[in-house]
């Protein structure tokens, strides 16, 4: 990390999520460089990144933007749905990405392991995001929740390199902690977003609609998250986590929902199936978890 308070940032998918912090990182006066198709590239270059959000208000910004990175940067961020990153990470060679930090904002627990088998495995330090943002068209993001907030987490090595990101983010305008512990870390995430996504998906109904008509049901499905969370070492707060799902907006939908209405690719494999491959390994029946799989899977073809 270079000694210059202006630091050059990666970001490789200026969605929902890559598309917010690049704003936010591109406003507070830091060089980023958008990864993304073509057909975004040039929507970037021309008009940069429009954000309209409850917390952050609405502004615009410019950012540079590219197909593939081509010098070294200071830190990547990887904010590509699961569904896209096979095909992503080829515009981020290891061999320019060289000692930048690669910070993934991914759902799900196994991709840390994807990602450390084409990079040098100490330099990739997950983190997870909190956020409702979502990209309306290239470069334009709406974020409808009123926080953002960023737990990261990676190997002793790189804990000074994180808390110094975690600060540079902070003073952007996020909320970031840094974590010890980032199996528990993912699968928090995973716990809290999983019965969400799929009984959202399931009925394509918000949460309002789920935690009603479908309450029971979505308590049996976190019973079963909670099993296989502690099975891998993880505790689970079945109780604490219907509670949070009663505080969201009636309206709330999962961004699973949001592109199962669009069409687009779902990323099932990376919740459900992790989480009924970590079942499988452990030895923990999951066969609600299984049906809605299913069920969300027929649907979508």
């Known amino acids: 990390m270079v000694n210059s308070p202006r630091y050059a940032v990666c970001v490789l998918g200026p969605g929902g999520i890559g598309g917010l912090v690049a704003a936010l990182l591109a406003r507070a006066g830091h060089r980023v460089i958008c990864l993304g198709r073509p057909d975004t590239v040039r929507a970037l270059r021309t008009d940069g990144i ?34 896209a990153l096979t095909a992503a990470v080829e515009r981020l060679a290891p061999q320019v990405t060289g000692d930048a930090l690669l910070v993934p904002l991914l759902n799900g627990i196994e991709h840390p392991g994807v990602l450390r088998r084409r990079y040098r495995p100490e330099l990739v330090a997950p983190g997870v995001i909190r956020v409702e943002s979502t990209r309306t068209a290239p470069g334009r993001i709406g974020h409808g929740s009123a926080f953002a907030e960023i737990d990261l987490a990676g190997s002793i090595l790189v804990r000074e390199r ?35 996504a799929l009984m959202t998906t399931c009925y394509r109904e918000p949460i309002g609609m789920v935690r009603t008509a479908h309450r029971a049901e979505l308590i049996a499905l976190l019973g079963e998250v909670a099993e296989i969370c502690r099975a891998g070492g993880v505790e689970a707060d079945v109780g604490a986590a219907l509670r949070f799902y009663d505080g969201f907006p009636e309206g709330a939908m999962s961004s699973m929902l949001r592109d199962a ?39 979508s073809v």
């Open 261 to 299: 209405a669009a069409g687009r690719p779902l990323e099932l494999d990376a919740i459900g199936g992790a989480l009924l491959r970590a079942g499988a390994e452990h030895s923990v029946p999951a066969p609600l978890t299984r049906a809605l799989v299913e069920r969300v899977d027929a649907a």
């Open 162 to 196: 994180l808390t110094a990101w975690a600060w540079v983010l902070d003073n952007a305008g996020l909320r970031v902690r840094v974590q010890t512990d980032e199996t528990a870390m993912l699968w928090r995430k995973l716990f809290a977003l999983a019965p969400f």
């Open 50 to 83: 429009r954000l309209h959000s409850t917390q952050f208000g609405e502004f615009g910004v410019q950012v540079e933007a590219d197909t593939e990175l081509r010098e070294r940067v200071d830190l990547c961020l990887i904010t590509v749905k699961q569904t």
